[in-house]
């Protein structure tokens, strides 16, 4: 009769009879779950139980084959600690001494894939050839009148800082596109200095006061015969009615360095010494306000590398910042009991899941750039909370047990909702990594699988720590310090004798528990629902008041000198900074009515209001000009004749030598002319696809172009390839999006079981994102490529908090305000923790070199905000009212002793719910013949 009862009792409490502890009571201050009832459960017959029978299936071999992977890392702790550990080491070091290459290339970083500017760029690489090395000086007096002899002096001063460097000559005698009068290959400078041959002792000479200065830079031509362009070299220049420059505000000196890797190098040190030059014009007391900006070839990508190298140190901080955060999380007063170096360990798992997916991707080949320094931030941010989500579960088994067991019994209970977030994390990246701009999709590549890898890690490198670490409890070992045993226990403490006291409920489960408590009240029901209708009404309001917009500056460290330069350039230079080309090929172009067209192309990109005057010099219009004055010895000429004519000229060669590519017979195989866009509003993203737009208007027009894959005309300047990224941006993130959340709901509705999920998940989530949205647009981010990356990480984010709740919700038994009460008991803490370290993960990103990463910080408070807001309050308020009662699988499958008359014990199957047969004991079973049944 006592064994029967004693079974009875097991029965009832879940809790065998080897183990000597109850569960936590009321009166003793815990909390007892709600009792099962088995009219809250589907019946076999009901939809909801067809439903739920048909996906449990899934589950129940999800959560198999993950209690397999777990328990064996739990039965071998050291072998998976030390496997793992040496894998990702392993990992990296390969991917760096292999495939490893960091891309800072603007074109490469934004432009859409296979769009018309990168088709066309490509082409220009791979048939012209290569272009001279800009590199631009620009003399100003903070929009002061600069046109003075104080600027030209100073203006030769930049100059000549740069000549007088070791190796200038050097470098510029491998220039071969250039030949000076003299016949020496050279680099060619363009600018006011070259009307006196570029020479400081000929400036000195002949020029001693202002106005001898407005009266040289006033003629036509330079002395060996080149044409003046005017706006090209003095900014916004002001000219009295006899055509004389009177003053201006700015000077604009080019030197054109030849395409090779030793002037690549030269450009670094003459930057250096142009802002070496900068700091003493500064110290001078008698400066009068000059300044000098400088822009070479290299700068962005040197500047872009500078972001990266500055925010490198930012990946060591949030590391030590989570780990402090994860070992006071654990931290006990007792030595022993405290699990301060657990914690570490979980941080060390998602270091290591980190290591692993960069040097697999490494290795793979895909670049490194800016946006890849992200996911560091992004993984230590949410890679902890499965960590945590297993911890609060296993602290809630029975300390009694083997570890072994308890990471079982832990793995079963959560198994299925931390696999369950991770799938919808990864399937979001994923969906990011379909985006045709490489800075995305290159990131996107990153991220889903080191966050696979993470998941990995946190079942089985973690799982492993947590068993040694309880190890160490059973030894009586000090938290951080295993070398030195704790104190001794007294035989006779009753404190250590728990076999008749309840459990302990951990002080987090009962918080949530008074939280429960007051969110369930009617009255705060009522005003949860109001508040959260009217924050959704006030951050759709502020959607739609989101703008796209991006300024490529921002990847760049805040101090860049570039963003000095672009800020004088685009105010006191009124050629301002886009120079695209029209470009013709494929064409007989001595054919004069292919000449026409050409001519005709020309006007109508002057004809579009972002352009607005013509060419300053086009070599077809000069040379018709050259063939009508020269009509009686060029008339009988052949075309590739009367060309060789025209460019014998004085000046025409250099003029135009670059623009017109001939082959060996001399016929014209391509030409280009250079325009100039000046009525375009760089910082409005809307202004510079409109003109875009117009561009491909007229070149998708032109009669040559018709039934053409590839343009006989086309124009392009490198600025086409951020305008490109923001005519597709829009599209791709709503398809991005839509895409997303379809996603992340089939995967809950085919993983959770049951029907209602999607009627849960697809609504929160929309609103979610449209919350979302709006506070981004409240914090000041516009769409661009940063904040495109933002929203495609935050759908897989966002579903978390309401799949944790969601799926524990529906395991849970009872009414709804007790199934409720039981969500966030066991999960609520759980989840709130996990909040607070995707917050901290990303903190380090506030001290960023770069304004992207402001961005980031931005989203990640937004995300984490919102997320919780919806998660632990919207969701529970919401399943109290019409959240489906009955329960979709009993919480655990612990297996019962039934002990007959003669006190024998025999096994019993596991229970099982009346509405299903759950199979996951027997399925593991005969994986791992390890599990009794």
């Not at 000479?205 to 003095?234: E, F, K």
């Not at 910042?321 to 914690?343: E, H, N, W, Y």
């Not at 798992?349 to 670049?367: D, E, K, R």
């Amino acid at each position: 009769m006592t064994s029967t009862l004693k079974a009875s009792k097991q029965e009832e409490t879940g809790v065998s009879e080897g183990s000597e502890r109850s569960l936590p009571t009321e009166s003793s201050g815990g909390y007892t779950p709600p009792p099962r009832r088995p009219g809250n459960n589907a019946r076999p017959s009901s939809f909801s139980a067809k439903w739920t029978a048909a996906i449990s299936g899934i589950e129940s071999r999800i959560t198999a084959g993950l209690r397999v992977i777990s328990r064996h890392a739990a039965s071998h702790p050291r072998k998976y600690v030390v496997g793992i550990l040496v894998l990702s080491l392993g990992l990296v070091a390969t991917g760096i001494f292999t495939n490893f290459n960091v891309d800072t290339n603007d074109d490469t970083l934004w432009t859409p894939a296979g769009s018309k500017p990168i088709v066309h760029s490509e082409w220009i690489a791979e048939t012209l050839p290569p272009t001279p090395r800009p590199f631009l000086i620009m003399v100003h007096s903070k929009g002061d009148n600069a046109v003075t002899h104080e600027g030209a002096i100073r203006t030769f001063q930049a100059l000549d800082a740069i000549r007088e460097l070791d190796n200038y000559h050097t470098v510029c005698a491998t220039n071969t596109s250039y030949v000076n009068h003299q016949g020496n290959h050279t680099c060619n400078i363009e600018g006011i200095t070259s009307f006196w041959n570029d020479t400081t002792g000929i400036f000195e000479a002949s020029v001693q006061s202002t106005d001898d200065l407005l009266q040289t830079v006033s003629a036509s031509h330079y002395p060996d015969g080149r044409p003046v362009d005017l706006p090209a070299i003095i900014g916004y220049a002001t000219l009295d009615d006899t055509g004389m420059v009177t003053a201006g505000q700015s000077f604009v000196v080019i030197i054109e360095f030849p395409f090779t890797k030793d002037a690549e190098a030269f450009e670094e040190h003459a930057i250096n010494r142009i802002l070496d030059l900068q700091d003493e014009w500064d110290s001078q007391s008698n400066n009068n306000n000059y300044h000098v900006e400088i822009l070479a070839e290299r700068s962005f990508d040197d500047e872009f590398a500078r972001a990266i190298v500055g925010d490198i140190p930012l990946v060591p901080l949030v590391f030590t910042v989570m780990s402090i955060f994860t070992c006071l999380i654990f931290a006990k007063r007792d030595p022993v009991q405290s699990r301060a170096l657990m914690g570490f360990g979980a941080v060390v798992a998602v270091l290591l899941a980190i290591m692993s997916g960069y040097g697999l991707l490494f290795i793979i080949g895909v670049p490194f750039t800016s946006m890849t320094q992200i996911l560091p931030f992004i993984m230590f941010g949410i890679g902890l909370d499965d960590a945590f989500i297993i911890t609060g579960e296993y602290a809630r088994t029975d300390p009694k047990k083997d570890p072994v067991e308890r990471i079982d019994e832990t793995i079963q209970a959560v198994g299925l909702s931390i696999a369950l977030t991770t799938i919808t994390s990864v399937l979001a990246f994923g969906l990011g990594a379909m985006s045709s701009v490489p800075a995305v999709f290159w990131l996107c590549y990153y991220a889903f699988p080191t966050l696979a890898i993470n998941f990995l890690y946190q079942v089985t490198f973690f799982v492993a720590i947590i068993v040694i670490d309880e190890k160490r409890v059973q030894d009586r070992r000090r938290d951080c310090c295993v070398c030195f045993s704790g104190p001794k226990v007294e035989e006779n403490d009753d404190s250590q004798e728990p076999n008749d006291t309840p459990l302990e409920m951990p002080m987090a489960d009962r918080v949530m528990l008074k939280y429960a408590d007051i969110l369930l009240r009617p009255w705060m029901k009522v005003l949860v629902l109001i508040g959260f209708a009217a924050m959704l009404g006030g951050f759709a309001y502020s959607t739609t008041l989101l703008e796209q917009e991006f300024n490529f500056v921002d990847v760049l460290p805040s101090d860049s000198y570039i963003t000095e330069f672009f800020d004088a350039f685009g105010e006191l230079y009124d050629r301002g900074s886009t120079f695209p080309q029209a470009h013709f090929r494929f064409v007989d172009q001595s054919d004069p009515a292919i000449q026409d067209q050409m001519e005709t192309y020309v006007n109508e990109l002057v004809a579009i209001d972002s352009v607005e005057y013509q060419p300053t010099f086009f070599w077809l219009r000069d040379f018709k000009k050259f063939l009508d004055s020269n009509q009686n010895t060029t008339a009988d000429l052949a075309f590739n004749q009367q060309l060789d004519a025209f460019m014998e000229q004085p000046g025409v060669a250099d003029l135009y030598g670059s623009d017109i590519f001939r082959d060996a017979d001399g016929n014209v195989e391509s030409s280009r002319v250079t325009f100039y866009i000046t009525n375009v509003d760089i910082e409005s993203v809307t202004d510079q696809v409109s003109v875009l737009e117009d561009l491909d208007a007229v070149t998708e027009s032109q009669p040559v172009n018709q039934g053409k894959e590839d343009f006989a005309f086309f124009n392009y300047g490198s600025i086409y390839n951020i305008w490109e990224f923001y005519r597709v941006a829009v599209d791709e993130l709503i398809l991005t999006t839509i895409t997303g959340v379809v996603a992340v709901t089939g995967v809950a509705l085919v993983l959770v079981p049951h029907w209602s999920a999607a009627l849960f998940v697809l609504p929160l989530i929309s609103i979610l994102y449209i919350d979302m949205l709006g506070f981004l647009q409240l914090a000041g981010a516009h769409v661009n490529a940063v904040s495109y990356i933002s929203l495609v990480m935050s759908i897989g984010l966002l579903v978390d908090f309401v799949v944790h709740v969601l799926l524990r919700f529906y395991e849970c038994e009872g009414t709804r305000d007790e199934k409720v009460r039981e969500t966030l008991r066991t999960m609520g803490s759980s989840i709130m923790i996990g909040a607070v370290s995707t917050f901290l993960g990303v903190i380090p990103l506030a001290f960023s070199t770069s304004e992207i990463f402001g961005t980031i910080f931005n989203a990640f408070v937004g995300l984490v905000v919102l997320g919780s807001l919806h998660g632990l309050v919207l969701l529970p308020v919401v399943l109290s009212l019409i959240g489906p009662e009955e329960c979709i699988r009993p919480a655990k499958t612990e297996p019962k002793q039934v002990v007959e008359d003669d006190e024998k014990p025999v096994k019993e199957e596991p229970s099982r719910n009346s509405s299903m047969a759950w199979d996951s004991s027997a399925l593991l079973a005969t994986a791992t013949n390890e599990i009794e049944v």
